[in-house]
């Protein structure tokens, strides 16, 4: 019996790396079969062009490099961790928790294409790692809505005001402004969760987002199975 594939998304800076910390912890306190992976696999071979990418390589800036070519990148990295490492674990019936997935493509290199194009490519993708590259689909994803306003005050936090530890998107904000656009339409498209990040101006509490967080995963693990369009 296959697993249940659970994925966290959001925009650099929304909390995602705690969250998820805190969602499989919970899950796994709670007893249930469950294994955490995250996106990109850094410490692989398969992530070389990626980290490359990032690192400026292939142009100064994000949208230097092709959506299709950039979305390949990530693909091929997540196929190779897929068959070797989480494939048996998935195949067995255990709970995967995802830190990013397929569902960054859209966020980060969909928004490079006209609008007019973004359902286009949104179906070239579905086809490209679920269909030809055999990659399971989410069975739920949540996506952290962090306003740009306050992600932003979170990196500067993160990096103690050090610009040079930015990768190409994180040092970009007009293009992390178009990312946010992109993720709300791939959530409306994909049928993600949203969980509200923030109010009045300030990041929620972390226990508070982990509960909205933690509730909707027991609700897919229970019953509730998510339909692409």
Known sequence: MKGRLIVLEGLDG??????FQKLWKSLEQQGVPVRAISFPDYN???SALVRG???GE???????????????FYACDRFASYQKHWKPDYEAGKVIVAA??????PIYQMVKLPREEWDGYLSWLIDYEYEKLALPRPD?????????????????????GDQSRKDIHERDEAYLSRCRKAALHTAERWSWSRVCCA??????GIEEIAADVLALTEQCLNHKEM???
């Open 100 to 105: 990013r997935y397929t569902t960054s493509n």
């Open 140 to 160: 739920l994803t949540i996506f952290l809505d962090m306003p740009l306003e306050v992600s932003k005050q979170l990196l500067e936090g993160r990096y103690h």
């Open 227 to 229: 339909d692409f369009k």
């Open 44 to 46: 692989e071979p398969s």
């Open 199 to 204: 109010r009045n101006g300030a990041p929620r």
């Open 14 to 19: 929304s909390g995602k790396s705690t969250q």
């Open 53 to 55: 990418y990032l690192a």
């Open 58 to 72: 292939f142009g100064g800036k994000a949208d230097a490099v092709n959506p299709y070519a950039a979305s390949s």
